[in-house]
């Protein structure tokens, strides 16, 4: 079995910054991609930036302002979030794509999710 567990949201300023974490236990290997999505209350959820081995993308509204980050050898992603106003409040989850260990079983697992709120 393999969990996601994140960390980082919280209640921010706007102008402020925060950094999500996100680590995966169990049996995930050979990672293809790790990315970050959000939800805004009455939104669909939305990509906010995604690391796969041969690049990074990022939606428009975060470019410049956010980073996404891992480490593979902890099969952690981490989101840098800088100048943060309040469009930016929303559930943040964080996902990711790999191999079962020992098996040619494809995996897609989501986190629980972490609230982030701006205020203004």
């Known amino acids: 079995q393999v969990q996601l567990v994140e960390s980082g949201g919280g209640l921010v300023q706007s102008g402020g910054s925060l950094r999500l974490s996100c680590a995966a236990s169990?049996?995930?290997?050979?990672?293809?991609?790790m990315g970050w999505y959000r939800q805004a209350p009455g939104k669909e959820r939305e990509l906010v930036a995604l690391?796969?081995?041969?690049?990074?993308n990022y939606a428009d509204s975060v470019k410049g302002r956010y980073t996404i980050s891992s480490d593979n050898a902890k099969n952690t992603v981490y989101l840098q979030m800088n100048s943060l106003n309040p469009e930016d409040t929303a559930v943040y989850y964080c996902?990711?794509?790999?191999?079962?260990?020992?098996?040619?079983?494809?995996?897609?697992?989501w986190g629980q999710g972490t609230l982030v709120t701006v205020s203004s």
């Open positions: 996902n990711i794509r790999g191999w079962l260990a020992g098996s040619s079983k494809y995996l897609e697992v």
């Open positions: 169990g049996s995930i290997t050979r990672l293809s991609a």
């Open positions: 690391i796969t081995t041969s690049r990074i």
